[in-house]
């Protein structure tokens, strides 16, 4: 295994240095893509308009081919969708297929079109023609995992396709179907009904899946004035009378059908914002800011700003918010606005807010529970106690008062060893019946220090709460400060403004720590598509690596991500150091292998930010889990392991939906002796969240991550077993499960020593960093 120097400098081989988040997850890259030019504008801007009306929570890249689209009308296109990728085609390697008539449309569209099997950004490319209209749910379109999709000719039978709308997947996104396009096009061999749609019926002679022809339903089926059946998901409007042409007599209800979708941007943009159920994130901003700026409506302005909430993004949240006058009557939005106020640290002006939306008996409880939260980050346990127990007065089933009481009414430790021989040890300290790892963390990152880690060597510092004066002092009369580990470099977990990650400490404060600063197996943990506040996070971080006499991050992905935010000259401060958990065979005194272990196979699932994790494909995912448990079941007894209470929705899904029954072993409610002592017993651990890779592993049990996240498979890099993990969007997941586990177990005492010769490579760097900070912390 590379490791790191003692200087910092990392030398591993790791995907993560240049691989996109999707590259390491193996999440589905999806794109809808169409042909564009100013004839077919009109069109198309109406194609785009019933796509968000008509599939409000579905937003993907949005490909516009194109070679003579004026600035105003990519500018209009623009208007209509938040994710829309130019891309502007040279034909002259298609001229040879035009016959002649390179002016004619299909013609160019034919010669355009077909670039879209050059395209390798994406793993699925939806195709629509600009003389469509989307009616219906598109769901099952952006499900499909294998094929080329497309509906059957209306006219000329089953073994030939519509070309207007085609599913694509990935193995056809290739250079050797190109090719085969290339050759037929050249050739002239194919017929000449839709040049692209010609070409492609040659090549595939009738291989493709098909579709149902409510995904494709043409317009000559209405003939006769018929009116569109309520099941059509996309209208096609064939033949060369098109809708914002005139149209074509006999089709009067199919075009009324098209002209819902004529609007201006006023009613556009308030029809989207009134559809029922889900509005995706990036729409809802991108249709809605605009239409706030335009009519001032404090209830569009509180839709707008809770999904900047959702995805991180709390000043626009806040913005938006104060570009309105709320009425005080308005107590959802007050208790909006009190919310991203507080995440941005602007504490006052969000206790006002709050106060004003506990007037009302449906948001007062969510209210008292913000308020019980900022009095608990201010260290003030009175005041949250006080809060927590009103909003539980208002709703005795409130989730997060209940939670605040509980911590309100916790006991803090006291420090029994004098300050100037313990360490202050800044971290997220998990309440009792919380994430089963970030429990355990702590306590391993301090038995990487020595063997108590208790309050007599100890002083703990909750990173959730501010770092005041009072913290300062306590800190500075330490004689170093400990930070970590765990992936602390997250911008949602208690969103604060003063850092912009977990430790809510202001720069002030942070550059008066005068002790040595530690930072030890910290991960940069943001999801793929998460929103860091980029300035204040970069700031901070910088400032904390200037601070610090070490710094340490858990994964070299972790370490090309930090240093991208840094000056060159703070590149060599940043060395690897592996999460202690990897290591605890090393770290626990009289750690002791177990003589037998038992018969099973523990599964864990993680549901946090599970559309990040899953995309499009939660169904197929758990169907393909469904199959790895049948086919675990024949080699040991499977077990759900749950390290926290979301993750048991594994086991109900695979009852409800595949009638599968496993066990749940509730993890949350474990001390940390249980967790180590149920992981070094069984036979396997197939894990999802990080730690439920990384602690079974560092107790000599053999793993296979179930990778949603980037850190799993930077983890995997570190140790030199990228096999022993599997993307969650992986085609044959189950199957793939089945065969490695059995490959793991086969001989499973040797899989044991490898997984004892990979920790002992993370072992040697942990030992040679703790030589590194005896000096700099003493002791």
């Known amino acids: 295994m590379t490791t790191t120097s003692l200087t910092g400098t990392a030398t591993a081989a790791v995907p993560a240095a240049g691989a996109s988040a999707a590259d390491l997850t193996g999440k589905r890259r999806i794109a809808f893509a169409s042909f564009v030019d100013e004839n077919y504008l009109p069109g198309f801007l109406v194609l785009l308009r019933s796509l968000a009306l008509s599939n409000p929570s579905v937003c993907e890249d949005f490909v516009v081919l194109y070679d003579d689209l004026r600035p105003g009308s990519i500018a209009k296109i623009r208007d209509l969708h938040p994710r829309i990728v130019l891309r502007r085609v040279n034909a002259e390697h298609y001229e040879s297929y035009a016959k002649g008539d390179q002016d004619n449309y299909l013609v160019r569209k034919a010669y355009f ?145 098209w002209r819902e979708f004529e609007l201006t941007d006023s009613e556009f943009h308030g029809a989207y914002l009134e559809r029922p159920g889900g509005l995706h994130h990036d729409l809802l901003v991108h249709f809605g800011t605009p239409h706030v700026a335009r ?77 019980a939260q900022m009095a608990w980050v201010h260290g003030d346990n009175a005041e949250a106690l006080k809060y927590a127990t009103a909003g539980i007065s208002v709703d005795p089933t409130h989730r997060a008062s209940r939670m605040w009481v509980t911590r309100a009414t916790s006991v803090p430790t006291q420090d029994a060893g004098p300050a100037e021989d313990q360490l202050a040890h800044v971290a997220f300290y998990m309440d009792r019946q919380g994430n089963a790892g970030d429990k355990l963390l702590p306590e391993s990152v301090r038995l990487a220090f020595g063997s108590d880690t208790t309050s007599r060597r100890w ?50 404060l942070l550059n008066r720590i005068d002790v040595p600063i530690a930072v030890f197996a910290v991960g940069f943990n943001a999801f793929d598509g998460q929103s860091y506040r980029a300035g204040r996070f970069r700031s901070s971080l910088r400032q904390l690596v200037e601070r610090s006499s070490f710094f340490g991050l858990r994964n070299h992905g972790s370490i090309a991500k930090v240093r991208a935010m840094l000056p060159e000259h703070l590149h060599d401060k940043v060395r690897f150091q592996p999460c202690p958990t990897t290591v605890t065979r090393q770290l626990v005194d009289g750690w002791q292998d177990p003589a037998k272990r038992e018969d099973t196979i523990l599964i864990n699932a993680a549901y946090d930010r599970a559309g990040l994790r899953f995309g499009h494909d939660y169904a197929y995912f758990l169907a393909q889990m469904a199959e790895a448990v049948r086919g675990l079941g024949k080699l040991a007894e499977v077990q759900c392991a749950a390290h926290s209470l979301d993750d048991e929705k594994i086991a109900f899904d695979l009852r409800r939906e595949h009638g599968i029954s496993m066990p749940v072993i509730p993890m949350y409610n474990f001390e940390n002796d249980e967790i180590r002592d149920l992981y070094a017993r069984t036979k396997l651990v197939i894990g999802m969240r990080g730690h439920a890779g990384m602690i079974p592993f560092g107790c000599g049990t053999p793993i296979i991550s179930l990778i949603s996240h980037p850190k799993m498979a930077y983890f995997l890099a570190d140790i030199e077993r990228p096999e022993w993990g599997v993307s969650v969007h992986d085609r044959h997941l189950g199957a793939k499960l089945v065969e490695r586990s059995q490959g793991l177990l086969a001989d499973h005492a040797a899989t044991v020593a490898d997984v004892h010769g990979r920790q002992q490579e993370l072992w040697k760097v942990t030992e040679a960093n703790a030589a590194d900070l005896r000096i700099i912390l003493g002791g």
């Open 295 to 371: 009519t001032g409506d404090p209830e569009l302005a509180r839709k707008v700003a809770a999904a900047h909430i959702a995805a991180g993004d709390y000043q626009n949240a806040v913005d938006v918010l104060e570009s309105v006058r709320v009425p005080l009557d308005q107590a959802w939005s007050h208790e909006t606005l009190g919310h991203a106020l507080m995440s941005v640290s602007r504490y006052d002006e969000a206790k006002a807010e709050l106060l004003l939306a506990t007037a009302a008996p449906n948001r007062a409880a969510t209210a008292f529970s913000r308020l």
């Open 459 to 508: 002083h703990s510092v909750h990173a959730h709460r501010l770092f005041d004066e009072a913290a300062l002092k306590r800190v500075n009369a330490r004689r170093g400060l400990v930070i970590g580990g765990g992936g602390l470099f997250i911008p949602d977990t208690m969103p604060n403004g003063n850092s912009a990650w977990q430790w809510n400490v202001p720069d002030d």
């Open 113 to 257: 079109i077909l670039d879209i099997f050059r395209l390798r950004e994406y793993d699925t490319i939806i195709t629509l023609d600009t003389d469509m209209v989307v009616l219906g749910d598109l769901s099952e379109l952006l499900k499909l995992r294998e094929g080329l999709a497309a509906v059957p000719q209306f006219f000329y039978g089953q073994h030939k396709l519509n070309s207007g709308l085609l599913v694509i997947q990935r193995e056809y996104l290739s250079d050797e179907f190109c090719a085969k396009i290339d050759a037929t096009g050249r050739s002239g061999d194919y017929e000449l009904d839709k040049h692209d749609q010609g070409i492609l019926n040659a090549v595939l002679d009738g291989e493709f899946v098909h579709l149902d022809a409510r995904y494709n339903y043409v317009k000559r089926r209405l003939s006769g004035d018929l009116p569109v059946p309520e099941d059509v998901s996309i209208l096609h409007f064939t033949g060369r009378h098109k809708p914002w042409q005139g149209g074509e007599s006999g089709y009067s209800q199919a075009e009324a059908r």
